[in-house]
């Protein structure tokens, strides 16, 4: 069982397309299927689940998808974050949070601290995440903390990523049919298995969450090493 699983959360607006619903109709739709896998993952003992909700590029689509969203995310918060919340479930935000309003800011740091001693699955929701942003941000902290170049190592940099706090994503489960990373773990998913499913993700569920967790199970993790496998050294 992977300890910690990243999502991106992809096909929201085909969902909605196929069904002859606007796009925003994909997300709620989308929201319903995140607190299933919330809860899928947390039964399964899953200890990180990192999602992939709204990313630095997302900024670029039409204002009135984006004002949807940032509606969804208040509505979203004021609607489940109690049942999770009880759970035992923590939450967490990365993202460039300049960039969002207010409001939607005050809604995330609702989440975080309503969550903050739960000792359950950590949740974290990549909101106006990049990839990019994330490794800038980290240079740019672990300068202002003082260190010198030649002390600027890969150790340094990952203490000030923005999940710091956990291990780097052992699965990476991209719905929607798309097989790129579009900007969201970059530093961290280095060796990170990736599972991509044509399953749009207000579909996802339990079966598709257990078919990527079995597909997990059978890869070969080498981490560049040689294992017995490769060695010919028989499985006991
Ligand atoms: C993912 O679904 C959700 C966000 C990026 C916010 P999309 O909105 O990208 O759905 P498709 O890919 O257009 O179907
Ligand atoms: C990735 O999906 C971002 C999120 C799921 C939040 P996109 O739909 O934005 O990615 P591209 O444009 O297909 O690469
Ligand atoms: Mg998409």
């Known amino acids: 069982m992977p300890r910690h699983v990243a999502i991106i959360m992809d096909g929201n607006g085909r969902w909605a397309s196929r069904r002859l619903m606007p796009r925003g109709m994909g ?3 989308g929201v ?20 992939f909700a709204f990313s630095s590029e997302n900024w670029q689509r039409p204002q009135e998808e984006v004002s949807g969203l940032m509606s969804l995310v208040l509505s979203t918060v004021g609607r489940h974050l109690e049942e999770l919340a009880s759970k035992g479930v923590r939450v967490r935000i990365i993202g460039d949070r300049s960039a969002v309003s207010d409001k939607v800011n005050q809604a995330w740091l609702q989440a975080e601290e309503a969550t903050r001693h739960n000792q359950g699955l950590t949740l974290t929701v990549a909101f106006s995440y990049g990839g990019r942003w994330d490794v800038v941000q980290a240079c740019r902290r672990a300068l202002e903390s003082g260190i010198r170049p030649q002390d600027l190592d890969e150790a340094a940099i990952a203490r000030h990523l923005s999940l710091s706090y956990a291990p780097d994503p052992d699965l990476l489960i991209r719905t929607g049919g798309e097989m790129r990373i579009s900007n969201f773990l970059l530093w961290q998913s280095a060796y990170t298995e ?16 257990d078919r990527a967790l ?5 890869r070969d993790r080498r981490f560049g090493r040689v294992t017995d496998a490769d060695a010919g050294v028989p499985k006991v």
């Open 214 to 218: 079995q597909s997990y199970a059978r």
């Open 32 to 51: 319903d299927a995140l607190v299933r896998t919330v809860q899928a993952c947390a039964r399964r003992g899953i200890a990180y689940l990192t999602v």
């Open 194 to 209: 990736l599972y991509f499913t044509d399953c749009l993700w207000p579909d996802f569920n339990e079966v598709e969450l």
């Open 27 to 29: 997300h709620r739709a």
